[in-house]
């Protein structure tokens, strides 16, 4: 398939919506599925490693327990990689979803009188309708409203991302982690970065050297092997030898751990979530619009940034992710995961970035992630919690360290000062608002600012 051959009408939409083996699979053949197929599962293989603490967090960031944010990762990957647009994307939790779903559960949860079941229930209502508008969107061709936003943008976008991830995760790093005020494993920061460096400010004084080093060990055993060969586990390895070092000679160094953090990896997977809907108030009414807008609009503006950020960081020269049947994805996502204990997922940046950087080449390292992440949640659990935080962050750090290219930047350095301007303040407000704020502002002020100029050059002319 070409880069201009996605199908213009609703009907052919649907028939490439249902079609498997499109062009997401144009990188394997005859000659190389052997090659691809191992750096796609050792992909998968270090972002299911990396993803299970982090869907942990987020579940329980939430108001949810860990064992859902376990299954919404693998279920969403299974289905966004089955129907989505994007050839690299990892889907699973984001954070840029726990400020809606948190706010759900407060409100409708234990914490307001009410019971973790209906709460659950009216998400996973509202979660459907939702899915339900973002296939509409995608069969009717609302993608092409995402190929407008500007190259400036996405790479203030990418920047503003990888600045995140690193200082969000140098906490973990410096082994000052706090679980309930310094939340933040990916690409959204909870309070905004300002706010995470003031609380790891306030806790300089529990900086554990051995946790500096387990980092800085995994950050160049990542880095270091992967560039003598893609085929080495750099990840993996860096994971093997910190875990090790950690519970031997470095047992009694306060090393935090993610048992320390997230507790037991619990393994009560598949259990069916039923729709159900609050007693019919007006307020009742007013919160599924609410909720519903919400889940829309995260997933598909997160989505489609999260593919195009995939499609540069791998610089994919070949067929671009298709936002229409992205969208389509993204309901199908948002349908199935919270019926089955899940809750509302989309493109995870952090994780796809890994995933990118890992080898990834086609859908099948989304599988592979997803029934590894299973398997290993399931078998390996008391092993999985063993793992240093101080890992997570090393390894987080370096997916951070290979987002930033300086090429993309003087790329949009060319295009003029305005364009340039943009792509800083898109850069800076991602990580000290969030990512809502940040590339939502700077979409208003690009195009407002846009359409005066261009009405200021029609009167000149």
Request: glycine share 10%; charged share 15%.
């Amino acid at each position: 398939m070409s880069k201009t051959s996605f199908p213009t009408t609703p009907l052919g939409r649907i028939k490439l919506f249902f079609t498997f083996f499109d062009s997401r699979w144009e990188d394997i053949n005859k000659d190389n599925w052997a090659k691809v197929a191992y750096k796609d599962f050792s992909a998968g293989l270090i972002v299911a490693m990396t993803a299970i603490p982090m869907a942990m967090g987020f579940a329980m960031a939430m108001g949810m327990r860990p064992e859902n944010g376990i299954i919404a990762g693998a279920m969403a990957c299974i289905i966004g990689r089955t129907f989505g647009g994007s050839k690299y994307q990892v889907y699973g939790p984001t954070a840029a979803f726990i400020p809606v779903i948190a706010a759900l559960f407060t409100k409708y949860g234990p914490a307001s009188g009410g019971t973790f079941e209906v709460a659950h229930g009216f998400l996973v209502l509202v979660s459907i309708i939702a899915g339900i508008i973002l296939i509409i969107m995608g069969i009717y061709g609302f993608g092409r409203f995402a190929k407008l936003v500007p190259n400036s943008i996405i790479v203030g976008f990418t920047v503003g991302i990888a600045v995140a991830i690193a200082l969000t995760n140098l906490e973990d790093v410096l082994g000052i982690e706090s679980f309930k005020d310094l939340l933040g494993q990916d690409e959204e920061i909870k309070g905004g970065i300002i706010h995470n460096l003031q609380s790891a400010f306030q806790n300089l004084d529990k900086i554990n050297i051995w946790s500096i080093f387990l980092g800085l060990l995994t950050f160049a055993l990542a880095k270091g092997l992967l560039r003598i060969s893609i085929f080495i586990p750099g990840p993996i390895i860096a994971l093997g030898v910190a875990t090790l070092l950690s519970a031997t000679v470095l047992s009694d160094k306060g090393i935090i751990l993610v048992k320390d953090i997230y507790g037991a990896i619990p393994n009560n997977f598949f259990v069916f979530t039923p729709p159900s809907l609050p007693n019919m108030t007006t307020q009742v009414i007013v919160d599924i619009f609410y909720f519903v807008g919400a889940i829309v609009f995260v997933s598909g503006v997160e989505s489609v940034l999260c593919s195009s950020m995939a499609d540069r960081l791998a610089n994919n020269k070949r067929t671009p992710f298709n936002p229409d049947k992205e969208f389509f994805g993204q309901g199908l996502v948002q349908i199935i995961t919270p019926l089955i204990q899940g809750f509302p997922c989309t493109g995870a940046l952090a994780r796809t970035a890994t995933s990118i950087k890992a080898g990834a080449t086609t859908p099948l390292a989304g599988y592979f992630k997803a029934i590894l992440k299973l398997v290993m949640a399931y078998y390996l659990a008391q092993y999985l919690e063993l793992i240093p935080m101080a890992c997570i962050g090393g390894i987080l750090i370096w997916v951070a360290s290979n987002m930033i290219k300086p090429a993309e930047i003087r790329e949009v350095k060319h295009l003029g000062k305005f364009e340039f301007a943009i792509m800083v303040y898109t850069a800076v407000m991602v990580p000290v608002t969030d990512f809502l704020t940040g590339v939502l502002s700077a979409l208003v002020i690009y195009f407002v600012l846009k359409a005066i100029f261009n009405r200021r050059v029609k009167s000149i002319l």
